[in-house]
């Protein structure tokens, strides 16, 4: 009899669970533009660290903090990760704000306050229903060297130094038109002819 009416609970709070979200739904949408609620955001990291394995949010970097293993993060995190969380981490780029959830500003608690396990498989597994992917290559057992290398370089974007923000900006990915200007610019300084149907005019 108690199990009837412990399932039976459930059944009713599932049911409202279903019945808000609809109605929220219904009356707010589903743009990705809007800020998500204090619920929607407790509920996602909750989620988040159910989802995580408990060996998984255990386990130890096997990979020893230096410099320069933080160069090589950094410069991965630059090509790789910057456009959606900023060089800094922010997250504040146009396709992180535009991203539902929007990305986190990783220097916070809400990032750091993760255990390295944690951090590790969110970049080597990604995140369902998110813009995250797994980036990670599946070695089976074997450790992802590069996922722990960047737990390394996130454990440090509280502290990151405007000089290597700096650095890393020449390490961003650049758009065609972006590499083309520079070989513009490249060639005019030798002092080459650019004949006019070559050049690129910027739009402001």
């Known amino acids: ?22 109605a929220y739904v219904r009356s707010h949408g589903f743009s990705a533009r809007a800020e998500p609620s204090a619920a929607e955001a407790f509920v996602a990291r909750k989620v988040r660290s159910f ?13 020893a903090a230096s410099p320069e293993v933080l160069s090589t993060a950094m410069a991965h995190f630059a090509d790789h990760c910057a456009t959606c969380h900023a060089n800094d981490g922010s997250g504040d780029t146009a396709i992180g704000k535009g991203l539902s959830p929007k990305a986190p500003d990783m220097r916070l608690a809400e990032t750091q306050n993760l255990t390295d396990g944690e951090i590790y498989y969110i970049i080597h597994n990604g995140i369902r229903f998110t813009g995250m992917p797994a980036f990670g290559e599946d070695k089976g057992d074997l450790p992802d060297k590069d996922s722990w290398e960047l737990v390394h370089f ?8 405007e000089d290597e923000i700096l650095a890393m900006k020449k390490m961003n990915p650049r758009s065609p038109t972006e590499l083309a200007e520079e070989e513009q610019i490249r060639r005019f300084l030798a002092g080459e002819d650019i004949p006019p149907e070559e050049q690129i005019h910027h739009r402001h």
């Open 154 to 161: 996130i454990r440090h974007l509280p502290k990151i130094t």
């Open 51 to 63: 989802a995580v394995p408990r060996k998984a949010r255990e386990a130890v970097n096997p990979i």
């Open 1 to 22: 009899m108690k199990r009837i009416h412990v399932a039976l609970v459930t059944l009713v709070v599932l049911a409202g669970l279903i019945l808000g979200l609809m």
